[in-house]
DNA sequence: GCAATTTCGTGATAATTTGCACAACACTTC
DNA sequence: GAAGTGTTGTGCAAATTATCACGAAATTGC
């Protein structure tokens, strides 16, 4: 499926779609319409219809979208018909609760290590993973062949940790640190910070 | 600072832009230029300039941008030159992880309440609060007076939660939970779902 | 089997958002 | 105090994004 010029902020939306179908998975739900899940999503059918057929026609006149194959498509399309490895750094407070979240493994990622420079945490079980020593990380990283990592060290070692991560190869980082990280072209980065989202609803209220 | 017609999009910017000012303002930065605050977000300097134009005159020909007025200013728009009482449902593993998070304190956010169902967790202590019975939310929260709620139950329980607290009198939702909340007009919701993250990454990886 | 209904995919159109470029101003240097 | 440099704020143009609306296809009801 590869990209020729879709909109990243089309892209953007597709992840979306996918949670709300699968929901509609588990409930049985087994044909759906632009419509619909516009409504549940609460953007509008013609901008779902005309995001997804950017991808491809995987509709039907007068009936609407199989949830099963829908799903199906947007898996392949955004790459996670398959598991992704990845690699934590920080066991902390954040990082275990992570480590311990078990809502990855359906979605198409796995954590596979986790990395402390902490020697009180180094060698710590954390689920059926031990932290590893983060001065072998590049190593290790490199060695595995691991693509996406999440960053959950404190801020003033977030942008260190991810010229690490760089240099192991990974090309997709999730970064809980609340600190813009630099990296190369080429090197994927998305930014998880409460106090954005919280900012970004404040500035609505009276 | 209540501004007549702002794109949400706009808005949605406005705490990156602070974030930043902020890390200039510890390293003693006194002034800055959205050529280099752009440089550092990633952004183009018009459009930072654009932004800020639409809130004020902040800036100086010539000299750029003060950094502690524009964080001043920045914070006014934001309605964080304040501090809002947070209410957090669910103490689990990322409920606790949240709750002993320190980075909220300096931003505007002070969780002051938590709840949860579990009858083991009723009472345990999170720092320096301890967990309530969610029987008793919506009345407690509705006497408070806090109008900013985070949810951080399993997915089934978050709509209902979301419920009980717009019932109480909430208007802000942060969700970690990773499914679709429906809220009535005028209550803000935004969603934290590090899975949405990783799929917008794994799109454009091989 | 045919009319009515539903819903898709999409070209055209509208709206929004970004980028450009420059006058205006402020500071610096000599 | 004049020339030179740097940087803002902004009108306008360009690019991007969203919406509209309709033909075509599929289904339903009678
Ligand atoms: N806890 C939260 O709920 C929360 C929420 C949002 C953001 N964050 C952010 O997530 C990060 C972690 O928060 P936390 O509460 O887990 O902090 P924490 O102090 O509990 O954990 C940080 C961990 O990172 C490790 N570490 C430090 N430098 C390292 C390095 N160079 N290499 C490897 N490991 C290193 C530390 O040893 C520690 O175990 C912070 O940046 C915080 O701002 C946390
Ligand atoms: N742990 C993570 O790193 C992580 C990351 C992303 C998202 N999430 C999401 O955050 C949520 C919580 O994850 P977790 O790992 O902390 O789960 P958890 O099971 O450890 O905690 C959930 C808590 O919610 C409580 N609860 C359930 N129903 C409730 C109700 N009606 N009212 C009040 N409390 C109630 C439970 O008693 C429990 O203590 C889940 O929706 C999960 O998908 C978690």
């Known amino acids: 499926m590869i990209a020729k010029d879709i909109p990243d902020i089309v892209v953007s939306r597709l992840p979306r ?3 709300t179908l699968e929901h509609m998975q588990k409930d049985g739900i087994r044909t759906t319409s632009s419509q619909e ?3 549940l999503i609460g953007i509008s059918a013609a901008q779902i219809r005309k995001d ?3 991808f491809g026609e995987f509709g039907k ?3 609407g979208y199989s949830v099963d194959f829908l799903v199906d498509q947007l898996r392949q399309i955004l790459n996670v018909n398959r598991s992704w490895d990845i690699v934590l750094v920080g066991a902390g407070n954040l990082g275990h609760a992570i480590a311990n979240y078990q809502g990855f493994g359906n979605h198409g ?3 596979v290590m986790i990395f402390d420079s902490d020697p009180a945490l180094i060698g710590q079980k954390i689920g059926n993973l031990t932290v590893q020593d983060a001065a072998q990380m590049v190593d290790l990283v490199r060695a595995s062949g691991i693509k996406v990592g999440m960053i959950t060290v404190p801020a003033q070692a977030a942008q260190a940790v991810a010229d690490e991560l760089v240099k192991a190869g990974i090309q997709a980082i999730l970064n809980y640190a609340p600190i813009n990280l630099t990296v190369p072209e080429g090197v994927h980065v998305q ?3 409460p106090i954005i989202y919280l900012q970004r609803m404040t500035y609505y209220l009276a």
Chains 1, 2 share one sequence.
């Open 61 to 63: 006149q007068g009936k």
């Open 17 to 19: 779609y996918l949670q």
């Open 37 to 39: 899940l516009g409504d």
């Open 109 to 111: 990622f796995s954590i």
């Open 191 to 193: 930014h998880v910070d």
């Open 52 to 54: 997804l057929s950017q």
